[in-house]
Every structure is written in structure tokens, then in C-alpha cells.
């Protein structure tokens, strides 16, 4: 099994950055993706921004030239760094990882102030 811990969330202002991050423990050489997924209210859950075990990333088009997603596979972690953050962007971000199955973690709030 496979155990995720996010941190990072909380308010910011709109035009300001945050930097999330999701520990993985647990059977972690079971894990090839990661990456954050988010649900905003009254929208269907998205898929912000995935990392391979490899290093491709992928940022979705909603927070493309906003978004850095980084591994360390060492540590176990990834990473999600959003700029220049909008009022659309509030919402509460899950991690996930992905191994035979998908693993979740308790996601961590975000609200971005107008």
C-alpha cells in the first residue's frame, strides 16, 4: 500500500504563488505516476498537473505557464508550484500516485482571494 501526505495549502492573494507538496510512503517502488488533481466547487474534479518516475511532466491547459510540477524520487515527494494564481485556481488539491491502483491523498485546501 501506498500512503500520501499532502501540505502547502491555505490562502493567498490573487497574483501570488504557492508551493504544495505530497510525501509518499509506504510501498513507493510500486509508484510510476504522481501528480495533483483538484475540485473546485460546483466543477468536476481536474487533473492540474502529472510527473512520471522518468521526469516527463504534464501541466494541464487551465494553469499552463502557471505551473511547475517536480519529483524527487529520493525523498519520496512531489511538488506543485503554481503562479500568478487567479481566483478560478481556489480549490482543494489531491494527490495522487499511481501503482497498481490509484492512491489518494487527504488533499490540502486552496483559496485564492480576488
Known amino acids: 500500500q501506498v500512503q500520501l501526505r499532502e501540505s502547502g495549502g491555505g490562502l493567498v492573494q490573487a497574483g501570488g504563488s504557492l508551493r504544495l507538496s505530497c510525501v509518499a510512503s509506504?510501498?513507493?517502488?510500486?509508484?510510476?505516476?504522481m501528480g495533483w488533481y483538484r475540485q473546485a466547487p460546483g466543477l468536476q474534479r481536474e487533473l492540474v498537473a502529472s510527473t512520471t518516475s522518468g521526469g516527463i511532466t504534464y501541466c494541464a491547459d487551465s494553469v499552463k505557464g502557471r505551473c511547475t510540477i517536480s519529483r524527487d524520487n529520493a525523498k519520496n515527494t512531489v511538488s506543485l508550484e503554481m503562479d500568478r494564481l487567479k481566483f478560478e485556481d481556489t480549490a482543494e488539491y489531491l494527490c495522487y500516485a499511481h501503482s497498481d491502483v490509484m492512491y489518494w491523498g487527504r488533499g490540502t485546501r486552496v483559496t485564492v482571494s480576488s
Open positions: 509506504g510501498n513507493t517502488d510500486s509508484i510510476d505516476d
